[in-house]
């Protein structure tokens, strides 16, 4: 069924590293136009530094500076994606930030960077994602990456990344509401949430979470981004006439 989704067109926020950068690689391996968002320069070299070390591939991978926590930049560049492809066929939603703090004692403006992303951004690109969707033929399929967290409070010894962990509970309830706007309007758009268990990546290390360091990851079982890769692949995969709505995983005996 990947045979479908060729030469269709996927946006993917967080492109630059990390899960974000593995999806849009192997997408991009698949045969998709794959547009990498990310909202600074800096990041948008770096999804070019990625595309230069693939080397010929079957696709195309396309960096785009976008930051979706600002209205203007995500209808510049949807605007621009339906101008030159007609629309979006695939929205996979990864960019997500984090910071280590309590609710109650956590710092304001980091709060305020969090929400803008994880969750206005979240909205707000899903919405300009879904209207780009229906300039084609509204025949598409939005991808949430979620958490564990966006279920179930691991046990931590410490939790302390508790408004990452808000919004990914934000997460998994748009993914439902989502489901049930496009049943009642008869929009033919599929929705998935995908929720890994414990990933190595860097979003740890640059919320501040210190406990999640490489002797963690080297002592214990972890998912990898390619894991999370071959999942998002695996629901691409799945027949047209299928809904998958949720997938949970972990890394074999993983802890949390």
Excluded at 48 to 63: A, F, H, M, R, V
Excluded at 107 to 132: P, Q, R, V, W
């Amino acid at each position: 069924m990947m045979k479908y989704w060729n030469k269709k067109v996927a946006v993917v926020t967080g492109a630059a590293h990390g899960i974000g950068a593995q999806i849009a690689e192997d997408l991009a391996k698949a045969g998709l136009i794959v547009i990498g968002f990310e909202p600074t320069e800096e990041k948008v070299d770096e999804i070019l530094i990625n595309l230069n070390k693939l080397g010929k591939i079957e696709g195309q991978l396309i960096p785009c500076k976008c930051d979706i926590s600002k209205d203007q930049e995500l209808k510049h560049a949807f605007e621009g994606i339906v101008k030159v492809y007609g629309g979006i066929d695939v929205l996979i939603n990864n960019a997500a930030i984090g910071k280590e703090g309590f609710i109650c004692t956590g710092n304001l403006n980091d709060f305020k960077n969090i929400i803008d992303t994880n969750i206005y951004g979240l909205i707000a690109c899903t919405h300009f994602g879904i209207e780009s969707m229906m300039k084609k033929n509204g025949f598409g399929q939005i991808i949430n990456i979620n958490s564990i967290c966006g279920h179930y409070m691991p046990p931590f010894a410490e939790p302390k990344i508790n408004l990452y962990i808000t919004s990914k509970r934000v997460m998994t309830v748009l993914n439902t509401l989502l489901k049930n706007e496009f049943k009642s309007l008869n929009r033919k758009i599929k929705v998935t949430s995908v929720s890994p268990g414990i990933v190595r990546t860097g979003i740890f290390k640059t919320a501040g979470i210190e406990f999640l360091d490489e002797d963690f990851f080297n002592k214990n079982p972890h998912l990898t981004p390619k894991d999370v890769s071959n999942v998002v692949l695996m629901i691409l995969a799945a027949p047209r006439g299928i809904q998958v709505n949720e997938v949970i995983f972990h890394a074999l005996h993983e802890i949390y």
